[in-house]
């Protein structure tokens, strides 16, 4: 989901690619055989003149679950967001969530 300041609104840009490799556990639907691409890329539309760009966050790609809070300040936009792997989707399958999740794969 994107965040809006008074001037922005940004969003996060995320992919699935296909896996390398199933899941250790069987799951259903899509989960199967794709997951999330991490990834440095955001879309910034600038709210004044309803144009938009991609920017990139260099060399920190990851895939954001949420994004806490974003703000302008001196000239640039301060986003903070959760970061996860591409493991993300996988675990909040049925399969993973009757097991004890393996956070470090997540995070």
Not at 1 to 9: E, I, L, S
Not at 50 to 73: A, D, L, P, Q, V
Request: hydrophobic share 45%; with cysteine.
């Amino acid at each position: 989901c994107p965040c809006v300041t008074p001037k922005f609104v940004i969003a996060k840009l995320e992919s699935l690619w296909l896996r390398d490799a199933c899941p250790a556990f069987p799951v259903g639907g899509l989960i199967n055989v794709l997951q999330m691409q991490e990834d440095n890329l955001w879309l910034v539309l600038d709210r004044s003149t309803n144009t938009s760009r991609i920017m990139s966050s260099g060399e920190m790609s990851f895939i954001h679950s949420h994004m806490w809070n974003c703000h302008e300040k001196a000239g640039s936009v301060v986003v903070d967001a959760v970061a996860v792997t591409g493991s993300y989707l996988t675990a909040h399958a049925v399969e993973a969530l009757q097991s004890t999740p393996a956070w470090s794969a997540m995070l």
